[in-house]
């Protein structure tokens, strides 16, 4: 197996970027505003696709540059933009309110899973002194503040941003773990995650539609 | 060979071909079902040659099928058959009243199909990460299904299912990560292109921590597709609110992909961990969703939910047969599976007939179906008893399998434990659908909507003037629609309409009558050679 060692300068650059993906991670968990999920996911996307970039140096591969261009694309531009334009302006979201616990209790949450993500994937799990030593424990925190954000969330948009959180963390243990699935793998991937959100966009859109009418039809009936 | 598995998986196609041609329901049905015949067809085929011939690999360990996957590939088929053949009347009786558009009809087929072609293909392939995509697409495929209505409460339940399925899988992939990671040793250049085979011929060699949490994973991941408790949530609103047909595949095939998923990641556990872990994780999961299960059916409400439970409860029954382990927990649990498969679709099925004649998903608004529709309310009541486990049909053999194999493993507490939750089980399915199937029919004019609210709220206009048309009687009064006892309205065309709806139950009932007399020996060779995959 070919080590990516934690000094190498990729080991450091990988370890930093996994530092900032769960730095944006949290900031989402932290944050209210339909806006800011959007961009916090697609900053978090802009440094993934740094990382495999790094990843793709380090491991002479070019199957890992084409990863990292399709990133950035499709998670760093294409589904925030899309986001943004469809979900976010059309449905006029501004601030999130349907949470189940306050923004603290979410945090201190967060950070406990951090705590826990270190304490499971540390031990004698990956070989000492290696990058993905250093990054894996991050990219599971990572998956699992995605799903906090997931639970604590009760807005579908939120929802399927937690989703898509879960998913760069996977994406970020998977370049440094290993090397890298054949290209066929990781296409059907993109295609079910770009599949996925398109899906997920049309029933955010008629429930929200449906919510609409429904609350349309309560004020009908409360009148006079 | 080779032709025969990718023929399998892409005959149910002919659906899709149809649908995109602009047919009506009829003839798009005919296709789905033409072509779900022709996949089963392709399916024994290729299970008779794989019964006597090493394993079939191909494109690079893309493709790959031993006797587990002929196995599966022949109950999904099976199921994917018996699905298609009930939609051809139910979504042609949703067409004629209305309630589906052409649009939607199309739409219901083109997913239908892909979803069908997606299950098969996921069974076919020795790649995991492959494996992953194939799932999660489908996934995708039947939650357009879930949704199709268009209703707030279908959307609704379509959400909570794509969200925490694609959660779940997603974390499949996480524990498929970890378990190409622990190969780390075997291969250094490419682990992650290693296929299933070679993965377990050199489990020997695989790194065991890594192993296990990849496997713990893979089980909580795909576990939220096949329904185990506690990731099941997503399972009784997605069977109550998809078209019943489309519960039926929801519930028959689609669960049953993900225990397949499960046990292969179990047979390279197995081979490197020893029984121990495995088998702890397996009973863990599998009582808990059986507890769940029996529980959540003592409740009365919808009879659709009440078939979903049933369904987390056998799958827990199989995790729980898996966990067992030995040649007959396996056998018992293969078995189990194709008798589940079949029994839940002939209820499913001859519960979407139901929910057309009454109008309603409520048990409690359901009397007299053995009176009103003799056919229908017969087979709901055979495959309820089916589905419980009485003898002569098949799911009593695999219970009695698998509960043999439980005292086979030494401790008497488990297959007791597990007798006792099926005797609740028993009651309290069993209470809801005898309730349903005996007394008199409901009295009133079966197709008018909501005959109750007329006198109570303001109706629409259309649905007022549908009323009074029915009823001479003026729109306003509480009496107006409340008829003399009859039987219910057939919610059909024509005879061949009614005739076509009990085609598929009738079959599923002999098929498990059949499985309950005797086990072809073909199929025998089969389970024992898939038992063996496992280990």
Same mark, same amino acid.
């Given at each position: 197996m070919q080590y990516l060692s934690q000094s190498s300068t990729a080991g450091v650059l990988l370890d930093l970027s996994g530092a900032v993906i769960l730095l944006l991670a949290f900031a989402c968990l932290a944050s209210k505003l339909f806006n800011r999920y959007v961009a916090y996911y697609g900053a978090q996307s802009v440094v993934l696709a740094f990382a495999a970039g790094t990843s793709a140096v380090a491991f002479h591969s070019t199957e890992l540059w084409v990863l990292a261009a399709l990133t950035l694309a499709i998670k760093g531009i294409a589904i925030p933009v899309a986001a943004r334009r469809v979900l976010v302006a059309r449905l006029a !979201?501004?601030?999130? &309110? &349907?949470?189940? @616990? #306050?923004l603290s209790t979410s945090l201190v949450a967060g950070g406990a899973l951090t705590a826990f993500a270190y304490l499971v994937t540390r031990p004698a799990l990956l070989p000492h002194g290696s990058a993905a030593a250093a990054v894996v424990p991050l990219s599971t925190a990572v998956i699992l503040l995605g799903a906090l954000a997931m639970v604590v969330r009760r807005h579908t948009v939120a929802q399927l941003i937690g989703w898509l959180i879960v998913e760069n963390g996977v994406f970020l243990g998977a370049i440094t773990l290993v090397a890298t699935f054949p290209f066929i793998v990781e296409a059907g991937i993109f295609l079910d995650i770009v599949a996925g959100v398109l899906i997920m966009i049309v029933f955010v859109s008629g429930l929200t539609r449906q919510l609409a009418q429904a609350s349309a039809a309560e004020l009908r009936e409360l009148r006079g | 060979m080779m032709a025969l598995a990718i023929l399998t998986a892409l005959t149910p196609l002919a659906g899709l071909a149809a649908a995109l041609a602009g047919a009506r329901a009829r003839v798009i049905g005919t296709a789905q079902a033409a072509g779900a015949a022709a996949a089963l067809g392709c399916a024994i085929a290729l299970l008779v040659t794989l019964s006597r011939r090493p394993p079939l690999e191909g494109l690079a360990g893309f493709l790959y099928a031993d006797a587990l996957s002929g196995f599966f590939l022949l109950t999904v088929t099976s199921v994917t058959l018996l699905a298609a053949l009930g939609s051809i009347p139910y979504i042609g009786a949703q067409e004629d009243s209305g309630e589906l558009s052409r649009f939607q009809v199309r739409l219901y087929f083109s997913f239908f199909s892909l979803f069908a072609t997606l299950m098969l293909a996921s069974l076919e392939t020795g790649n995991l990460g492959l494996l992953f995509v194939l799932i999660e697409a489908s996934t995708l495929a039947s939650a357009a299904l879930v949704g199709l209505e268009g209703r707030a409460r279908s959307l609704e339940a379509a959400w909570k299912y794509i969200i925490i399925s694609s959660l779940g899988v997603t974390i499949a992939l996480a524990g498929t990560l970890f378990v190409f990671y622990s190969a780390s040793a075997l291969h250094p250049a490419s682990n992650l292109a290693l296929p299933w085979p070679y993965l377990l011929a050199h489990a020997?060699? !695989?790194a065991p921590q890594s192993l296990r949490l990849g496997f713990l994973l893979a089980v909580v991941g795909y576990g939220t597709k096949v329904g185990l408790a506690p990731m099941h949530t997503w399972l009784p609103d997605a069977h109550a609110e998809a078209p019943s047909p489309a519960s039926a595949m929801l519930s028959a095939a689609l669960l049953n992909t993900g225990m397949y998923a499960i046990i292969r990641f179990l047979a390279i556990a197995n081979a490197r961990l020893g029984g121990t872990y495995p088998r702890a994780v397996l009973l863990s999961f599998g009582f808990a969703s059986i507890v769940i299960g029996a529980l959540f059916m003592?409740?009365?409400?919808n009879f659709k939910r009440l078939f979903a439970y049933s369904s987390v409860e056998h799958m827990g029954i199989i995790a729980v047969a898996l966990g067992f382990g030995g040649i007959l927990g396996l056998y018992g649990a293969l078995l189990q599976v194709l008798n589940h498969a079949l029994a839940k679709t002939v209820l499913f099925l001859s519960s979407g007939d139901v929910s057309l004649r009454y109008r309603t998903r409520e048990a409690a608004g359901v009397t007299g179906l053995l009176s009103a529709a003799p056919v229908i309310g017969g087979a709901l009541l055979l495959a309820t008893f089916a589905v419980l486990g009485s003898p002569p049909f098949g799911v009593f053999l695999s219970e009695l399998t698998i509960v043999r194999a439980g005292f086979a493993r030494g401790s008497p507490v488990f297959p007791l434990l597990l007798l006792a939750l099926l005797g609740v089980a028993f009651f309290a399915f069993a209470r809801t659908i005898t309730a349903m199937v005996t007394g008199r029919p409901p009295v009133s004019a079966g197709r008018a909507p909501e005959p109750v609210l007329v006198g109570q709220l303001a109706m629409p206009d259309g649905q007022a003037a549908a009323v009074a048309s029915t009823a001479a009687a003026p729109a306003g009064? %509480? @009496? &107006?629609? *409340? #008829? %003399? *006892?009859? &039987? !219910?309205?057939? %919610?059909?065309?024509d005879r061949t309409a009614t005739v076509m709806a009990a085609v598929p139950l009738v079959l599923g009932l002999v098929a498990l009558l059949v499985l309950g007399l005797w086990i072809p020996a073909g199929l025998d060779t089969v389970l024992r050679q898939s038992a063996a995959v496992i280990g």
């Open positions: !979201l501004k601030r999130d &309110a &349907a949470m189940s @616990t #306050g | 020997h060699a !695989l003592v409740r009365k409400g009064s %509480p @009496t &107006a629609v *409340a #008829g %003399p *006892a009859e &039987a !219910l309205a057939s %919610p059909y065309r």
